[in-house]
């Protein structure tokens, strides 16, 4: 069975830093390209990073490039993502989400990924 375990999501106020981890099981890690998803309030999901850890390339999106980046451990299996001078427009459900394949595919996917994890809840007060 394959799971995707997202944790870390939290309140903060802005300014302040985060650092999601996406902890997965059950499929073969390099195999895949995984990242994050956020919806927020009366908005559609958007895709906002993520990483193949077979070769380290990476998509973050644009309004986040300066402040998220991605990173994975493959010892651990899991992926991070690092949020540092958060904004209140960064509230969201934050998904974890697997395709196998490239970073391309997988930001050309966004109703196409094979696993999703539960979502974890970014709260950034101002």
């Known amino acids: 069975e394959v799971q995707l375990q997202a944790s870390g999501g939290g309140l903060v106020h802005a300014g302040g830093s985060l650092r999601l981890s996406c902890a997965v099981s059950?499929?073969?890690?390099?195999?895949?390209?995984i990242g994050w998803f956020r919806q927020a309030p009366g908005k559609e999901r958007e895709g906002v990073s993520c990483i193949t850890s077979r070769d380290g390339r990476t998509f973050v999106a644009a309004e986040v490039n300066q402040r998220f980046s991605m990173s994975s451990d493959k010892s651990k299996n899991t992926v991070y993502l690092q949020m540092n001078n958060l904004k209140s427009e960064d509230t969201a459900v934050y998904y974890c989400?697997?395709?196998?394949?490239?970073?391309?595919?997988?930001?050309?996917?966004?109703?196409?990924?094979?696993?999703w994890g539960k979502g974890t809840q970014v709260t950034v007060s101002s």
């Open positions: 989400a697997a395709l196998r394949g490239t970073v391309a595919a997988w930001v050309a996917s966004l109703y196409g990924m094979d696993y």
């Open positions: 059950g499929l073969i890690f390099d195999e895949y390209a």
